[in-house]
């Protein structure tokens, strides 16, 4: 085959296990936590247009509330980007940091609990968030307790993001 | 830390003075009247009858202002204060309540006005319609129909059946039809036949799926209506232009508007406040609550107005239960909206605003952790605290001050500055990640132990200090003992056994029968999970931290790429600087007030709070669009 400007072979066969390993964590940290956000925002979202069509004023709250379960999004793309600066992957294709079998695997094992909980405890938080907003369409006074309601499901989510920080933070 | 101490009062005084005493305890707004009812004495019909009038004025006015404000020309911004109010205008809103309630009369007017033309323009516009495929057909409407010698019908045929029904229309002998127009797959047709084949063409009509169009009441050619409908809809147009002129002409009288509903609004309260007390043919009672500082004024400004009157101070009786007003510093102040968002404290409980605030702003600070963003939030929240003082979003402008300036302060020691590391940091949260962990569970220690201080303090005050000792002392000396035993094994070993010994035995005391104490004693001490949970819950300011940090730092990298990308590169680098940085901000200046909430209403008051209170509730000046000037 002709060589062209993008040959895989020959990209892969530079890249070790432990190098698939860790850019795959990166990967499902990133995918997992942000559908999970996707789907939490789309739930309240959903709530909100209903309540803001019948009372316009509480839009603020509204997107507050809606905004709630979008972190999980966050957190699993900061545990992906430090995967990538611990893989040294902004510093050029050339420059990436070695890394073993083990080191590989325990990073992705790092990528886990952020992954799942973000990707979970955002539905679940999508869900508290659009009750929240129901309340918030009977009382508008009671923005307060809809918010910290919905703060408590996301404790799960920055334990996990913690987790996954101190484990791949200390795998190289 | 203070709930204001409350007052019953009672104030007998002349119906004749009524409305004035009212007036006074108004601008004072330090009594909450509370509802009375004996049934030997009769409501008073009258001011239900004013009182309802009243709700129907203030109803109208608002609408009348909801209508006009879209045009009004000096809309006051979210950050300027509502004009004021003082005695002189009051007066001469009232004088002139005729001529506001004749604008708001005209633009309700205007308001009926407006949907009768949207009927008729509808039924127009309907007609149109109709009548618009028949343009070209020059006969008179009227003339259309049937006599016995004749028929001359406006039919509409699907388009495929043409030529079909032409052919067998053609062999009837006396009958023709005529294409006026095409609408989509229909034809719309002039159908001409001699009285005598009648029959013959219905069956026609009948087969190729045709139909007639009536035109009820409609005189002339199709072309004529035409036009006059469109004369018709052009007026329309035209009144619509002028009413709209007039309502923008109108909307110049909303300061008149709103004031006048203010100044209703204020008389609606006072009359609600009227009502609950009760009157005799020349006398009435009122009871209410007043806070015992507020007494004496209150005694002296009402004797002003009414010399005759009668007034008495009580304390509360042991089953009554006063409303709670939270009274602190100024700084503390803004704080107590979120307590309230919590729930009122109890009047016999304790108000925690001043306990709580220095941890809830430190807090806020260790979460957003970025200097820079500090410094942006704190000068914005000072700009829009700086312009509304403490109404309105001022006190939440106010606690975002704080918060920012906390901010800056944890942003230095940890060396963020825009998700740049600028110099080395005292603490550094991505490379000394343990040690940063370690000051927010230390940092949820001293706030947890404060709880318990808080909830011994309650104990000590209600003179029972063997309770602290139980519930509190021994926890604590349980808590203090095993971090000691770090730095000394034997004497921090020593407190904590005295401290678990202490909460085995005393735990358990109000249960009965010596299992049950012991049962009670060891379920306690088994709740030392819960006090670890609860540390492990402070994680969370050093996660929060690293969030903002990381993603500030992406931000920058981000931008730095397309730095490199030449001058187009220079305006998308800072078009994702100034977008990405304020989004990280919003999202985690948002992220951080929700979770110091959180901290503060889980783990904090989780230990000594005692809620269910209910707001201090004055008769006061409540406007919503002006504010009532305050006169000594």
Request: net charge neutral; hydrophobic share 45%; aromatic share 8%.
């Amino acid at each position: 085959m002709e060589s062209t400007g993008f040959d895989l072979v020959a990209l892969l066969s530079q890249l070790s296990i432990g190098q698939c390993l860790a850019l795959i964590g990166a990967a499902i940290a990133v995918f997992m936590a942000g559908c999970g956000s996707a789907r939490g925002v789309g739930i309240a979202g959903e709530a909100g247009a209903g309540v803001i069509g019948e009372n316009p004023d509480v839009f603020g709250q509204v997107l507050v509330l809606q905004l709630l379960p979008g972190t999980q999004g966050i957190y699993g793309f900061l545990i992906g980007f430090i995967v990538m600066i611990k893989l040294n992957v902004l510093g050029g294709a050339g420059n990436w940091t070695e890394l073993s079998f083990a080191q590989g695997l325990q990073i992705l094992a790092g990528c886990l609990p952020v992954a799942i909980v973000g990707w979970r405890s955002a539905i679940y938080q999508g869900r508290v968030a659009a009750s929240g907003i129901q309340l918030l369409g009977k009382r508008p006074e009671s923005s307060g307790q809809g918010i910290s309601m919905t703060v408590m499901v996301e404790t799960y989510a920055v334990l996990a993001l913690l987790a996954s920080f101190l484990i791949i933070w200390f795998a190289v | 830390m203070a709930i204001a101490e409350m007052k019953k009062l009672r104030l007998l005084a002349l119906r004749k003075d009524k409305a004035r005493l009212l007036k006074v305890m108004q601008k004072l707004g330090c009594v909450q009247v509370v509802e009375q009812a004996d049934e030997a004495f009769p409501a008073d019909t009258l001011s239900a009858q004013k009182l309802e009038e009243l709700q129907k004025t203030i109803g109208r006015l608002d609408l009348a202002i909801a209508r006009l404000s879209p045009y009004d020309m000096h809309k006051p911004g979210m950050l300027s204060l509502p004009p004021e109010a003082g005695e002189d205008q009051v007066t001469l809103a009232e004088a002139g309540r005729g001529d506001t309630m004749k604008v708001v009369e005209r633009v309700e007017e205007i308001e009926r006005t407006r949907g009768e033309l949207r009927t008729r323009e509808n039924r127009d516009r309907a007609q149109l319609e109709m009548l618009r495929p028949w343009e070209a057909m020059d006969v008179p409407l009227d003339k259309l129909g049937e006599t016995r010698s004749a028929l001359v019908w406006a039919i509409t045929l699907p388009q495929k059946n043409l030529i079909a029904f032409e052919e067998r229309i053609k062999a009837l002998g006396p009958a023709r039809i005529d294409p006026v127009s095409r609408v989509r797959d229909e034809l719309n047709l002039l159908l001409a036949a001699h009285g005598s084949v009648r029959e013959g063409v219905e069956e026609l009509m009948r087969e190729h799926g045709a139909s007639i169009v009536r035109f009820e009441g409609v005189q002339g050619s199709a072309a004529l209506n035409l036009d006059l409908l469109q004369g018709k809809l052009k007026r329309i147009e035209e009144v619509r232009a002028q009413l709209q002129q007039e309502v923008q002409q109108l909307a110049g009288h909303l300061p008149e508007l709103r004031l006048l509903r203010d100044v209703e609004a204020l008389e609606r309260s006072r009359l609600e406040a009227g009502q609950r007390c009760i009157d005799t043919r020349s006398a009435f009672l009122m009871t209410g609550w007043v806070p015992a500082e507020k007494a004496e004024a209150l005694k002296a400004a009402l004797r002003k107005v009414s010399p005759e009157c009668e007034t008495e101070f009580l304390d509360p009786e042991e089953d009554e239960k006063p409303p709670t007003l939270l009274q602190n510093h100024r700084v503390v102040a803004p704080f107590e909206t979120i307590v309230r968002m919590f729930s009122t404290p109890d009047p016999r409980g304790v108000d925690p605003s001043f306990v709580m605030m220095p941890f809830w702003v430190c807090f806020f600070g260790m979460m957003v952790s970025d200097a820079g963003y500090g410094v942006v939030l704190g000068l914005a929240a000072a700009f829009v605290w700086w312009r509304l003082g403490d109404r309105g979003l001022g006190k939440m402008a106010f606690i975002l001050t704080m918060g920012g300036l906390s901010t800056v302060i944890w942003g230095s020691i940890y060396g963020g500055w825009f998700g740049t590391t600028p110099y080395k940091p005292v603490l550094d949260p991505m490379n000394d990640a343990l040690k940063v962990l370690v000051l927010c569970v230390v940092v949820g220690f001293i706030h947890l132990v404060a709880g318990m201080c808080m909830s011994a303090y309650l104990s000590i005050k209600r003179g029972k200090p063997l309770e602290a000792l139980f519930d509190q002392g021994f926890w604590l000396m349980i808590l203090v003992g095993i971090p000691l035993i770090l730095v000394n094994g034997t004497l921090g070993g020593i407190i904590a056994v005295i401290g678990a010994l202490g909460v085995l035995c005393t735990a358990g005391r109000r249960k009965k029968g010596i299992v049950g104490k012991v049962l009670g004693g060891l379920g306690s001490l088994y709740g030392i999970t819960g006090y670890l949970s609860d540390l492990l819950s402070y994680a969370r300011l050093f996660g929060m931290g690293l969030a903002t940090g990381v993603i500030g730092m992406v931000v920058n990298i981000l931008a730095g790429l397309l730095w490199g990308a030449g001058p187009v590169g220079y305006v998308l680098a800072i078009a994702v600087l100034l977008g990405l940085h304020t989004f990280n901000l919003f999202i985690n200046a948002l992220g951080a007030y929700v979770h110091s909430c959180r901290l503060q209403f889980i783990e904090f008051f989780g230990k000594f709070y005692e809620s269910g209170g209910r707001d201090f509730a004055p008769l006061r000046e409540d406007t919503r669009y002006v504010m009532m000037s305050r006169e000594k």
